[in-house]
């Protein structure tokens, strides 16, 4: 955990291990029921692949409000066809799970979140594939296609405060030869780092495999110039299902194996040495110690400001702290 897309444990007296990831973005399914529901079980697919294991099952839990009201239970329906879309085109059975309902408080109902707890196999722990850049030199290859899709962002929403238009599209067959492409590589040694991008972008994705390992942040350079006719905005920030950050050191073997299993790819870049930050050519430069602070410190402040506002409107806290 920490340095790769889902945790990886061993089993004990064999050569496999597990891979297990728990996912989704409520977000998504607050605009599209239907569509969230098909995104929460595909993007834990894609991070238990990332590792080298072939997903193998789900299990859930299914957080909504009162289904008595009718929007609700349209949510709640939804999302459930959505799972079963995804499950079903993944060949990923349901072997459990739970709902809990009437999550609301004055303000209105929960974002409806079916949380998809996703299992993998690998049949050989050697081959476990961490989310970091490691090796400078390496060629960082994108799998997949950047799109405009910034419908219910982490960009809309922290940058413009509003949660908005439609989710990223869900190509589910799509998703399938992606997961089968990387596979094939890991387990083919060509694959040296693999890092799903979802949540804030191609941008972010990178930052996070540069600065994962935080002893020692690696740097990266990289080319978007191929797609110079989407707004910056969403080539950086935008959310298109579907893609990984790979590095490699044999970037021609990545792309005939994405090329046999009909997945767009593309070398965008190479991995630079450890601390020299990421370059995104004609869009940003950002410093190791930037991203690094940025990404492993926000928990740590998250929960300081909480307390801090705690403290600030609770008298009893207050003569505590005193």
Same mark, same amino acid.
């Given at each position: 955990?920490?340095?790769? %897309?889902?945790?990886?444990?061993? @089993? #004990?007296?064999?050569?496999?291990? !597990?891979?297990?990831?728990?996912?989704?973005?409520?977000?998504?399914?607050?605009?599209?029921? =239907?569509?969230?529901? #098909?995104?929460?079980?595909?993007?834990?697919?894609?991070?238990?692949?990332?590792?080298?294991a072939?997903?193998?099952? @789900?299990?859930?839990?299914?957080?909504f409000?009162?289904?008595?009201?009718? &929007?609700?239970?349209?949510?709640?329906?939804e999302?459930?066809?959505?799972m079963?879309?995804?499950c079903?085109a993944?060949e990923?059975?349901?072997?459990?799970?739970?709902?809990? !309902?009437?999550?609301?408080?004055?303000?209105?109902?929960?974002?409806?979140?079916?949380? @998809?707890?996703?299992?993998?196999?690998?049949?050989?722990?050697a081959?476990?594939?961490?989310?970091?850049?490691?090796?400078?030199?390496?060629?960082?290859v994108?799998?997949?296609?950047n799109t405009?899709?910034?419908?219910?962002?982490?960009? $809309?929403?922290?940058?413009?405060?509003?949660?908005?238009?439609a989710?990223?599209?869900? %190509?589910?067959?799509?998703?399938? #030869? $992606?997961?089968?492409?990387? !596979?094939?590589?890991?387990?083919?040694?060509?694959?040296?780092s693999?890092?799903?991008?979802?949540?804030g972008?191609?941008?972010?994705? $990178?930052?996070?495999?540069?600065?994962?390992?935080r002893?020692?942040?690696?740097?990266a350079?990289?080319?978007?110039a191929?797609?110079?006719?989407?707004?910056? #905005?969403?080539l950086?920030f935008? &959310?298109a299902q579907? =893609?990984?950050?790979?590095?490699?050191?044999?970037?021609?073997?990545? !792309?005939?194996?994405?090329?046999?299993h009909?997945?767009?790819? =593309?070398?965008?870049?190479?991995?630079?040495?450890?601390g020299?930050?990421?370059?995104?050519?004609?869009?940003?430069?950002?410093?190791?110690?930037?991203?690094?602070?940025?990404?492993?410190?926000?928990?740590?402040?998250?929960?300081? =400001?909480?307390a801090? &506002?705690?403290?600030?409107?609770?008298?009893?806290?207050?003569?505590?702290?005193?």
């Amino acid at each position: 955990p920490g340095h790769a %897309d889902a945790a990886v444990i061993r @089993i #004990r007296g064999t050569k496999k291990a !597990l891979a297990v990831k728990t996912d989704c973005n409520g977000r998504y399914v607050f605009l599209d029921p =239907r569509v969230g529901g #098909r995104i929460a079980v595909a993007e834990a697919a894609r991070n238990v692949a990332c590792t080298g294991a072939t997903p193998k099952a @789900i299990t859930n839990c299914l957080n909504f409000g009162n289904p008595k009201k009718p &929007e609700v239970f349209f949510q709640f329906r939804e999302a459930v066809y959505g799972m079963g879309d995804a499950c079903r085109a993944l060949e990923t059975p349901v072997t459990g799970g739970n709902v809990s !309902l009437y999550n609301e408080n004055p303000q209105g109902a929960v974002y409806p979140t079916p949380t @998809i707890g996703m299992v993998g196999l690998l049949d050989d722990a050697a081959h476990a594939t961490r989310m970091d850049f490691t090796t400078a030199g390496d060629a960082i290859v994108l799998l997949g296609e950047n799109t405009d899709e910034l419908g219910g962002s982490e960009y $809309l929403a922290w940058i413009h405060g509003v949660v908005a238009g439609a989710p990223p599209a869900c %190509d589910l067959e799509g998703e399938k #030869r $992606l997961i089968a492409a990387i !596979l094939e590589a890991i387990r083919a040694g060509h694959v040296r780092s693999a890092h799903d991008c979802a949540e804030g972008g191609l941008a972010v994705a $990178l930052a996070e495999c540069c600065i994962a390992d935080r002893t020692k942040p690696m740097g990266a350079t990289v080319d978007l110039a191929a797609w110079a006719g989407l707004a910056p #905005r969403a080539l950086l920030f935008g &959310e298109a299902q579907g =893609r990984i950050v790979v590095s490699t050191p044999d970037a021609a073997a990545v !792309l005939a194996v994405a090329a046999r299993h009909g997945v767009p790819a =593309r070398v965008i870049g190479s991995v630079a040495e450890a601390g020299a930050g990421l370059t995104i050519a004609g869009h940003l430069r950002l410093a190791a110690a930037t991203m690094a602070e940025a990404y492993h410190e926000a928990l740590p402040r998250a929960m300081a =400001r909480a307390a801090a &506002e705690a403290i600030t409107q609770d008298p009893a806290l207050q003569g505590g702290a005193a």
